[in-house]
């Protein structure tokens, strides 16, 4: 397959499932037809990694001032505006690049939520430890998601009904819960960090996620291409270099 062949295959559909996909679409498509001709998807895909980088900050900030909690929240929503607006601004516009948009979007994400764990790993409100597996969770179900769309042509934007926006205003909603109490009562098993807590739940549901997805593309896969049968022994050299 020549390499000319293979980038034009690279372009895929979107599969986004969640809760507030529908009511979310709406409005950014609302809010792109209004939006300042001079402000291009880039602009917000800049503007969407340095709110994560101000999010891990407000972490960072919050180990001597629990205040601070209140620049996650913000950097959140702003984050949310620009990674969320970026792609529709790209399709409302006639001005979609798809594979430039793919590649560029989700390594920003990565090093956007690499520094969002890293907030938080210093925050005192995770464990160093927490905090770096659930990043290297989120890279391998990433990881799966990325080789399932390059193979199947399929991007899944969520699982079940929990897409980008669902993620961030729970960790909105956590993060303010902080304010009054970082801990959660696990009865006869004495009191954990919250986001200790949140994080391990996150860690086997990406477990689980990460092992269903892998499952269920790899059958889909093995369908669409049968393994074929090996050559009988001591058959001529022809054939088997023909198999």
Do not use: C
């Amino acid at each position: 397959m020549s390499i000319q062949t293979s980038v034009q295959k690279a372009d895929h559909v979107r599969d986004h499932r969640s809760v507030l996909a529908a009511a979310e679409k709406r409005l950014l498509i609302h809010i792109a037809r209004r939006l300042p001709e001079a402000i291009n998807s880039d602009h917000l895909t800049g503007l969407a990694l340095a709110a994560m980088a101000l999010a891990g900050t407000g972490f960072a900030l919050a180990r001597w001032d629990v205040r601070a909690i209140w620049i996650v929240v913000l950097a959140l929503a702003i984050n949310w505006f620009g990674d969320s607006l970026d792609g529709t601004v790209a399709r409302v516009r006639g001005a979609e690049r798809p594979r430039y948009g793919f590649y560029v979007d989700h390594v920003v994400d990565i090093v956007g939520i690499t520094l969002l764990m890293a907030g938080l790993a210093v925050s005192g409100y995770m464990t160093p430890l927490i905090a770096l597996s659930l990043l290297v969770g989120y890279l391998l179900v990433s990881g799966e998601v990325f080789l399932a769309t390059a193979v199947r042509g399929v991007f899944k934007m969520s699982v079940a009904g929990v897409g980008p926006t669902e993620l961030r205003i729970l960790l909105a909603i956590g993060s303010i819960a902080l304010l009054d109490n970082p801990h959660v009562n696990l009865g006869a098993l004495g009191q954990m960090q919250l986001f200790d807590f949140g994080g391990l739940i996150a860690i086997v549901g990406m477990a689980v996620t990460l092992t269903i997805a892998f499952t269920k593309n790899a059958l889909a896969l093995a369908r669409l291409e049968p393994r074929k049968m090996a050559p009988r022994k001591g058959a001529p050299y022809e054939a088997l270099s023909r198999a």
